[in-house]
T-cell receptor, first 114, second 111 residues
Framework: QKEVEQNSGPLSVPEGAIASLNCTYS??????FFWYRQYSGKSPELIMS????GDKEDGRFTAQLNKASQYVSLLIRDSQPSDSATYLC??????????????FGKGTHLIIQP | DGGITQSPKYLFRKEGQNVTLSCEQN?????MYWYRQDPGQGLRLIYY???????QKGDIAEGYSVSREKKESFPLTVTSAQKNPTAFYLC??????????FGPGTRLTVT
């Protein structure tokens, strides 16, 4: 059974600080990892993907992957009130056939305090 | 504009009725997916399709059916056999089988 675990929060961070969101997954065969942002009442929006160990940076966002520890994280630098949302971690088990679905965590509710 | 459209945005049905949710994409993506989201929960995979005329069950396929007659369209039918159909339904598509992009969703309420 594939599982993805996230702390539900809320995680409260002052404006301008670094927000750190964490995710663990159960399936060692997992190969692809994604972070989605979901505003209340809206659909998820893909903000980061990461496939190999290490860090991947895109603007204010940095995704970190450690496959040995089965851990993936998202850092948001210079947090803005507009970053307040629920962040969903998603994992894909690459069975070789590709294009199968994602397993999602329940999300972390992030609040950026002005 | 390229994108994924879902209609309607809100849908209300009486218990015992089947209902079909629409999902259309003009991104030329091969793979399409249906997920369900309940309050405070992550998304759960219902069905997915990698190519036209082929689809696979996801984790919670019972009470649902799909078809994939065209590359652009992947409609989901919620049947009367689905015990708890009220939820937020999300359609996604992917060009490479990895990064998935979501439509705006349909909120279904069954009373």
């Amino acid at each position: 059974q594939k599982e993805v675990e996230q702390n539900s929060g809320p995680l409260s961070v002052p404006e301008g600080a670094i927000a750190s969101l964490n995710c663990t997954y159960s399936d060692r065969g997992s190969q692809s990892f994604f972070w989605y942002r979901q505003y209340s009442g809206k659909s998820p929006e893909l903000i980061m993907s990461i496939y190999s160990n290490g860090d991947k940076e895109d603007g204010r966002f940095t995704a970190q992957l450690n496959k040995a520890s089965q851990y993936v994280s998202l850092l948001i630098r210079d947090s803005q009130p507009s970053d307040s949302a629920t962040y969903l971690c998603a994992v894909n088990l690459d069975s070789g056939g590709g294009a199968d679905g994602l397993t999602f965590g329940k999300g972390t509710h992030l609040i950026i305090q002005p | 504009d390229g994108g994924i459209t879902q209609s309607p945005k809100y849908l209300f049905r009486k218990e015992g009725q089947n209902v079909t949710l629409s999902c259309e994409q003009n991104l030329n993506h091969d793979a399409m997916y249906w997920y369900r989201q309940d309050p405070g929960q992550g998304l759960r995979l219902i069905y997915y399709s990698q190519i036209v005329n082929d689809f696979q069950k996801g984790d919670i396929a019972e009470g649902y059916s799909v078809s994939r007659e065209k590359k652009e369209s992947f409609p989901l039918t919620v049947t009367s056999a689905q015990k708890n159909p009220t939820a937020f339904y999300l359609c996604a598509s992917s060009i490479n089988g990895y990064e998935q992009y979501f439509g705006p969703g349909t909120r279904l309420t069954v009373t």
